[in-house]
């Protein structure tokens, strides 16, 4: 008797062994991050370079293939259970104009100097967007929805690896900033949920400091995530003038991801959902991301990011001093 399987099933077991490699990577890059007090996806970046012999032909490719871009668009989406519209509202008009003057000026100073530093214009958006939203995971969810290009995926990798770096380097130093300007609990929460790009880095530089500049470095900061769904929907129509310009179909204005996104921190906002229910989802896209980011790693090969040069350094280094400096000129002005 001969077996046929279901479609579906077929495909299950075609995506299974790059899911589970990229998933066994993560596991590694989560246990060293919490051993090391490190940025998981820098461990997860590099550990999957260091496999990156799977993604050749063989049974893991297609996986990987998919992890890369399935996934990571699933925890992108799951990001919206991470914010409320009432923690948004909580804190007054002031911050919400910081932060959305400091996003949209950052970005497209980034696409700016990018261009003017002979890079194309969306490297700047990339870099840029995970600057000034949420780091790693804003590096991702842009890449997910900008148009396919040869370098796409070196470009994503080091701009991973660079807002990882920074973001942890800021951890460390921002906090010496606030000493020197004597700002209040208040305006120390504003300041480094404003700069530090991502939530993790965020939230251990302002509990470290106090209760209050913790929690309001943590509301901060989630609004700037919000800024991920505008962010993603330009990025969105790029693509689809990309798209009709190539003569090929064109793509959502919003793509399903962004759309799950803005449901989820609908229905967060509702105050429905059990704390329980927040956790698990938010602990769902953080390894959702994880798994993604270790498959993205796993098809690049360290020698390809060690060719990109000072430049791109020097830009994303720009791009963090000009957001710090911005936040600090707009804290002044009484933002």
């Known amino acids: ?3 046929v399987l279901h479609p579906a099933g077929a495909r299950a077991r075609l995506l299974a062994p790059g899911f589970m490699a990229a998933a066994v990577v993560a596991a590694a890059a989560s246990f060293l991050s919490e051993h090391y007090k490190a940025p998981v996806m820098l461990f997860a970046l590099l550990l999957g370079m260091a496999m990156n012999f799977l ?3 063989g049974q893991c490719k297609t996986g990987i293939e998919f992890t890369s871009r399935e ?3 699933v925890g992108v989406a ?3 259970m991470r914010i409320t519209f009432s923690q948004i509202a909580a804190l007054g008009w002031q911050p919400v104009l910081l932060v959305l003057v400091s996003v949209v000026v950052t970005i497209c100073v980034a696409m700016l100097v990018a261009r003017a530093m002979g890079f194309q214009t969306l490297f700047g958006l990339l870099t840029g967007g995970a600057t000034a939203i949420c780091g790693a995971s804003a590096a991702l969810a842009l890449s997910a929805a900008l148009p396919a290009h040869p370098g796409k995926e070196k470009a994503t990798l080091f701009t991973v690896i660079g ?3 920074l973001s942890t380097l800021a951890m460390i130093l921002y906090p010496m900033v606030v000493n020197a300007l004597h700002l209040s609990p208040s305006e120390a929460g504003v300041f480094l949920g404003g700069t530090i790009h991502d939530v993790a880095q965020v939230v251990g530089a302002g509990y470290g400091m106090s209760q209050e500049t913790g929690d309001t470095a943590t509301v901060v900061k989630l609004m700037r995530v919000a800024m991920l769904l505008p ?6 129509m790029v693509t689809r003038l990309r798209g009709a310009q190539d003569g090929g179909p064109r793509p959502p204005i919003l ?3 962004a759309v799950g996104f803005v449901l989820l921190a609908a229905l967060n906002s509702t105050g429905w959902i059990p704390a329980a229910v927040q956790g698990g989802a938010n602990e769902l896209s953080r390894w959702c991301l994880v798994i993604a980011i270790s498959a993205l790693g796993m098809k690049t090969q360290l020698k390809e990011l060690a060719s990109v040069g000072i430049k791109p350094i020097v830009l994303m280094l720009g791009e963090t001093l000009f957001l710090a400096g911005l936040v600090i000129l707009m804290m002044r002005w009484g933002l």
Request: proline content about 4%.
């Open 231 to 236: 962010v993603i929907a330009f990025a969105s």
């Open 71 to 73: 996934i990571l668009r």
């Open 1 to 3: 008797m001969i077996l």
């Open 78 to 80: 799951l990001l919206g």
């Open 255 to 257: 793509p399903w991801f």
């Open 163 to 165: 807002v990882s770096a």
């Open 55 to 57: 993604s050749a032909d």
